[in-house]
């Protein structure tokens, strides 16, 4: 079997641009990661009872009889 020539400069020149998609494609998924990180600590923030306030109680219903 007879291997194929690579030219060294093509592919070094290959290598260089499919790392620089690579680490376009990894920033942006990491920057999309912390966004809705944040988004999702704001809304768990949002849904906690506020400690100052009088946990609201609740009425019994009427028996009937």
């Known amino acids: 079997m007879v291997r194929a020539k690579v030219d060294p ?4 020149h290959a ?3 499919s790392q ?3 680490d ?3 920033a942006a998924r990491e920057e999309k990661t ?3 990180r944040e988004l999702r600590l704001a ?3 949002s849904q906690e009872p506020d400690p100052t306030r009088p946990k609201p ?7 009937k009889g």
């Open 43 to 45: 809304a768990q923030s």
């Open 24 to 26: 376009a494609e990894r």
């Open 20 to 22: 620089i998609v690579i």
């Open 9 to 12: 400069q093509r592919a070094e």
């Open 34 to 36: 912390a966004r809705l």
């Open 57 to 63: 109680t609740r009425r019994r219903a009427h028996s």
């Open 15 to 17: 290598k260089r641009e």
